[in-house]
């Protein structure tokens, strides 16, 4: 099983500012990586798949990069709607299909 | 407009069963891979089972392999999930899931219903 691991568990920054979040797997996922945004009470979102595609209607604000086990999600400039908790999941080699344990993205 | 709305949860004892629902519009149900993704309470994400467009094949993780079942009915555009011998550890969230791509799987939800809460307790 891979197991992605994300860091830092908590980002604290305020509107504006450039986030960057990270995702390491345990193996390479080649760049078979997604991200989700989840919102407190909402069901998760699909931002970027494929370490850099960004989804049906997703802002150029969010960008992806990486490949093999090591990657990125930046969110150049935060909104007050982006303060959310971020997945990374892996499809590189399932099943089982794997989440990271997510970083909250906090106002500071 | 995708609409995935699921039903069927509720409190349930250890070792009972109980199945839920996932009615699915605005899409052509029988061309999308589909699946179950759950929530335990204040905790990440965690993937279930998923189903191939025409119900074919199946995969699970290795939690709810033997308990769980998915399956669909294209005709009536519903993804199912059979639980049973549940445990306090499945009590969760459970969210159905739309796949990305068309006619196969890509392993990528597009979409998702508003999650329905499974709760396993005496």
């Known amino acids: 099983e891979i197991v992605l691991t994300q860091s830092p568990a908590t980002l604290s920054l305020s509107p504006g500012e450039r986030a960057t979040l990270s995702c390491r797997a345990s193996?390479?996922?080649?760049?078979?990586l997604a991200w989700y945004q989840q919102k407190p009470g909402q069901a998760p979102r699909l931002l970027i798949y494929?370490?850099?595609n960004r989804a049906t209607g997703i802002p150029a604000r969010f960008s992806g990069s990486g490949s093999g086990t090591d990657f990125t999600l930046t969110i150049s400039s935060l909104e007050p709607e982006d303060f959310a908790i971020y997945y990374c999941?892996?499809?590189?080699?399932?099943?089982?299909?794997?989440f990271g344990g997510g970083t909250k993205v906090e106002i500071k | 407009e995708v609409q995935l709305l699921e039903s069927g949860g509720g409190l349930v004892q250890p070792g009972g069963s109980l199945r839920l629902s996932c009615v699915a519009s605005?899409?052509?149900?029988?061309?999308?891979?589909m699946g179950w993704v759950r929530q335990a309470p204040g905790k990440g994400l965690e993937w279930v089972s998923i189903?191939?467009?025409?119900?074919?094949?199946?995969a699970y993780a290795d939690a709810v392999k033997g308990r769980f079942m998915i399956s669909r009915d294209n005709s009536k555009y519903t993804l199912y999930l059979q639980m049973s011998s549940l445990r306090a550890e499945d009590t969760a969230v459970y969210y159905c899931?739309?796949?990305?791509?068309?006619?196969?799987?890509?392993?990528?939800?597009?979409?998702w219903g508003q999650g329905i809460l499974v709760t396993v307790s005496s």
């Open positions: 999941q892996q499809r590189s080699s399932w099943p089982p299909l794997t």
């Open positions: 189903v191939y467009p025409s119900g074919d094949r199946t």
């Open positions: 193996q390479s996922v080649s760049t078979f």
């Open positions: 605005g899409f052509t149900f029988s061309n999308y891979a």
């Open positions: 494929d370490a850099s």
């Open positions: 899931a739309k796949d990305l791509v068309l006619r196969t799987t890509s392993a990528l939800f597009d979409h």
